[in-house]
Nanobody, 118 residues
Framework: QVQLVESGGGLVQAGGSLRLSCAAS????????MGWYRQAPGKQREMVAV?????TTVYADSVKGRFAISRGGATVYLQMNNLKPEDTAVYYC??????????????WGQGTQVTVSS
């Protein structure tokens, strides 16, 4: 079973930067897409940025030009610059793919809090 462990959240002032990391572990799995989602209080979870196995990235309009997603093997990073108070949320790592025997998986991390003060 694939497991995701996130790190890097915290409290930062507006205009500051944070870097989130998410490492996937497990036995014999293939990752197709890894990415970051976030959920603010009272709001639905939304996609922030994703990257596929070929390196293609997709960003939410609200973070384009400020956030950068990258991937190294089974670890995905989210560099967040020029943070704004509206970026405050719990950030969740996600990975989906399949096992060599065929079954697919879609796994979430436990979430890491990002708080941006004005």
């Amino acid at each position: 079973q694939v497991q995701l462990v996130e790190s890097g959240g915290g409290l930062v002032q507006a205009g500051g930067s944070l870097r989130l990391s998410c490492a996937a572990s497990g036995n014999r799995f293939r990752i197709n897409v890894m990415g970051w989602y976030r959920q603010a209080p009272g709001k639905q979870r939304e996609m922030v940025a994703v990257v596929d196995s070929g390196g293609t990235t997709v960003y939410a309009d609200s973070v384009k030009g400020r956030f950068a997603i990258s991937r190294g093997g089974a670890t995905v990073y989210l560099q967040m610059n020029n943070l704004k108070p509206e970026d405050t949320a719990v950030y969740y790592c996600n990975a989906n793919g399949n096992y060599p025997t065929g079954p697919q998986y879609n796994t979430w991390g436990q979430g890491t809090q990002v708080t941006v003060s004005s």
